[in-house]
């Protein structure tokens, strides 16, 4: 049992640093998420998850984004299941959509803007995912 909640917690580890490699600040407090998405200006919010979608899918597609030539304000990270707290917190800001991991919200002056949901992400290819972030970011910023 113990090899089994280390292995958790090296996918878990490995997950946090995949995006904060990546660009992306990542909040784990309510506190946090206020600080930045409760101010003007423009986020992308990623919603972590270990899921196999976030894995191959959606941590792919947000790392891509931090090299798309227009840029939001801030890259945020909140992980589902683990920093509870700040995700609750930051899923008030995506009013309309149900709480969904792995996930993208695009907001601005504390609106969303765009959401990509789950299903959205799993079962598609990187390029699709992407391909939706690219137009948001065209459209909203």
């Known amino acids: ?5 280390n292995f958790y917690n090296d996918v878990i580890n490995g997950a946090r640093k995949e995006m904060v490699d990546a660009g992306y600040k990542e909040l784990t407090t309510p506190e946090e ?8 200006g423009s986020a992308l919010v990623y919603i972590n998850s270990v899921c ?5 899918i959606a941590r792919p597609s ?5 090299n798309y030539e227009k840029k939001p304000d801030h890259f945020l990270t909140v992980f589902a299941g ?19 991991s792995p996930s993208f919200a ?11 949901e789950r299903h959205e992400i799993e ?6 995912v992407v391909q939706k972030l ?8």
């Open 52 to 56: 196999g979608c976030a894995g191959g």
């Open 134 to 141: 690219e137009k948001y970011f065209d459209e909203y910023l």
């Open 123 to 128: 079962g598609h290819e990187p390029v699709e």
């Open 33 to 40: 998420v206020d600080e930045v998405l409760g101010k003007e």
């Open 62 to 66: 947000a790392a891509y984004m931090a």
């Open 106 to 116: 695009l907001v601005k002056d504390g609106e969303i803007k765009a959401m990509i």
């Open 82 to 100: 683990q920093d509870k707290e700040a995700t609750e917190r930051a899923r008030t800001y995506f009013k309309g959509y149900a709480p969904s």
């Open 1 to 5: 049992m113990n090899m089994q909640f």
